[in-house]
């Protein structure tokens, strides 16, 4: 008697029932068993859950839910902390630019006529010694017709001093100081009784500062002990 399409199929779902009655397991596309990749734990489950949270967090269990919520809060703190450094570098970086940049501009500002300066004390340099030859030569009676022409030079000699003052000019001091190389230049010695060795006895030629700048060191002669102290 001929099988009907229905047992046919009957026989079929029999035997493949059967074959997982015995236990056999299911093969893939390569004919062999179904077995887990090597090394699949729980750092593969918190990367499944954390491709899966941007799909839906609500269908993940709580506890699953807690640690990708705690894995995102530590990532996202240590990003603000990055973030933070960076913008606390680039603040100190700009405000030592500005502290630098301010000091340069407050020294060029300072010393921008230091070269013209510089040309102009020679001249006040000339009448000081003008003023003092004659000075000198007032005792005689003959010169007493320049005693105008003297206060003319002492008149512009003043002015002149006003002016480099105004801008910063100062006279370095050195008369009865220690020497110092910083701000005088000695040109000689003399021996001296009254002055220690080492101290400044006169200014041969006047020096003189822009501010906080020497510009012109003041030459000077320097007093040693007597030949017989020396003995």
């Known amino acids: 008697m001929a099988t ?27 004919g062999e068993p179904g077995v887990p990749p090597e090394g699949a734990g729980l750092d593969q489950e918190l990367e499944e859950i954390l491709a899966q949270a941007s799909v839906d967090l609500d269908s993940l269990p709580l506890e699953e839910q807690v640690t990708l919520l705690k894995a995102s809060l530590i990532a996202a703190q240590k990003a603000a902390a990055e ?14 630019y500005r502290r ?55 008149l512009i000699q003043r002015k002149l001093t006003g002016v480099l003052e105004s801008e ?20 000689g010695t003399e021996e001296s009784a009254t002055v220690e060795p080492g101290y400044i006895t006169q200014i041969v030629r006047p020096g003189f500062r822009l501010h906080d700048r020497v510009i012109s060191p003041v030459q000077v002669m320097v007093a040693k002990a007597p030949a017989k102290e020396q003995e």
């Open 83 to 96: 973030n933070l450094d960076a913008a606390q570098r680039a603040r100190a970086e700009m405000v030592n």
């Open 100 to 154: 630098r940049t301010d000091e340069e501009r407050i020294a060029n500002s300072k010393y921008a006529n230091s070269r013209l300066i510089a040309n102009v004390l020679p001249v006040l340099e000339e009448l000081e010694l003008g003023v003092r030859h004659a000075e000198g030569q007032q005792q005689d009676p003959s010169a007493e017709a320049n005693g105008s022409l003297l206060e003319g030079i002492k």
């Open 168 to 187: 910063g000019v100062r006279v370095i001091e050195a008369v009865g100081l220690m020497f110092n190389p910083l701000e005088h230049e000695a040109v």
């Open 4 to 30: 009907g399409p229905e047992e046919f199929n009957d026989e079929t779902g029999a035997s493949g029932d059967g074959a997982q009655e015995r236990g056999e397991q299911p093969q893939d596309s390569t």
